[in-house]
């Protein structure tokens, strides 16, 4: 196994995301995470769900980990994120599940919430990839890593796959609970794209570059058209972004009457038209015409 203690160390003073709490989780300190110095999965298999570039014919090798360093009202997953739902693996186990996934002929392996784990997760990569893992690796973010967590990873990342969640500082906070998300988020994903460019797709599968994703939420409050813009400007037009429309009320959402509902087809139809107004075009249909 390749030398864990050196990525180990990066849990001391842990600034792995946009909260920079700086616990040293070595020594059994929690910051928002909530996540001490090991590795919590909830479940592994063969994923039909995501994006058809990711999925294939054999699925998208998924491994969910437990808990999150954002705190969304509207969670989908918040047994998960929040309540700590999932088991600890050590990482010879999870080298064992990532090379256990390639054999079940899945097309990548996709971390999903893995920034407070980046120190943790890498060295059982390393070994994996020692051991013979060959397909792309997903990392499927809520986009708000630090760049000292993405320059640990520059080189064995093959495709980025960040949310996008707001365009607006204020909803961030109040909805997500995480102070700079804009900021942060827009760095995060310039280094992403920096690393590995836009998407590549060889044969309708994925291999590598960057794939965003964007919840609309009602009312506009993710600030849709600061994203578009920021990414068709100071990205690519190339970017491939999925808009997405399935925003349904979850968790504590009731709780805000603001995001206790569905969005109409009118706001996703006015997210389509702003993306495309942007120059962007990769990633959505326009099918609401
Ligand atoms: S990963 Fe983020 S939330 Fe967790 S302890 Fe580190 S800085 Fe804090």
Redesign the pocket.
């Known amino acids: 196994m390749p030398d864990i203690e050196k990525y180990r160390e990066r849990l001391k003073y842990?600034?792995?995301?946009?909260?920079?709490?700086?616990?040293n989780?070595l020594q059994g300190e929690?910051?928002?995470?909530n996540?001490l110095a090991e590795i919590r999965i909830s479940s592994f298999a063969p994923h039909f769900g995501e994006e058809p570039e990711l999925v294939g014919r054999f699925g998208s090798g998924t491994i969910f980990f437990t808990n999150c360093?954002l705190a969304c009202v509207f969670c989908q997953n918040y047994d998960i994120s929040h309540q700590g739902k999932g088991v600890k693996i050590e990482p010879s186990g999870l080298v064992k599940v990532m090379l256990d996934l390639q054999k079940r002929g899945c097309h990548n392996i996709n971390w999903v919430s893995p920034?407070?784990l980046v120190p943790l997760l890498i060295p059982a990569l390393l070994e994996a990839r020692e051991q013979g893992l060959n397909i792309p690796l997903v990392y499927n973010s809520g986009g708000y890593d630090?760049l000292e967590a993405l320059e640990m990873l520059d080189g064995l990342v093959e495709i980025y796959m960040p949310d996008a969640k707001y365009g607006d500082p204020s909803s961030a906070k109040k909805y997500s609970n995480a102070p700079g998300y804009w900021e942060m988020n827009r760095a995060a994903l310039k280094e992403m794209h920096r690393q590995a460019g836009d998407l590549v797709i060889e044969n309708g599968v994925a291999v590598r570059g960057l794939l965003v994703r964007h919840l609309v939420l009602p009312e506009d409050l993710a600030a849709s058209y600061e994203i578009f813009k920021f990414i068709s400007q100071e990205l690519s037009t190339e970017t491939y972004i999925n808009i997405m429309d399935q925003y349904r009320p979850c968790n504590d959402a009731e709780a805000h009457h603001e995001l206790n509902r569905r969005i109409t087809t009118d706001e996703y139809r006015a997210a389509i038209i702003l993306a495309k107004n942007c120059g962007l075009h990769r990633g959505f249909q326009d099918f609401y015409w």
Do not use: D
Not at 30 to 33: A, S, T, Y
């Open positions: 842990c600034r792995l995301c946009g909260h920079r709490c700086e616990v989780r929690k910051g928002k995470c996540t360093n920034t407070h630090s």
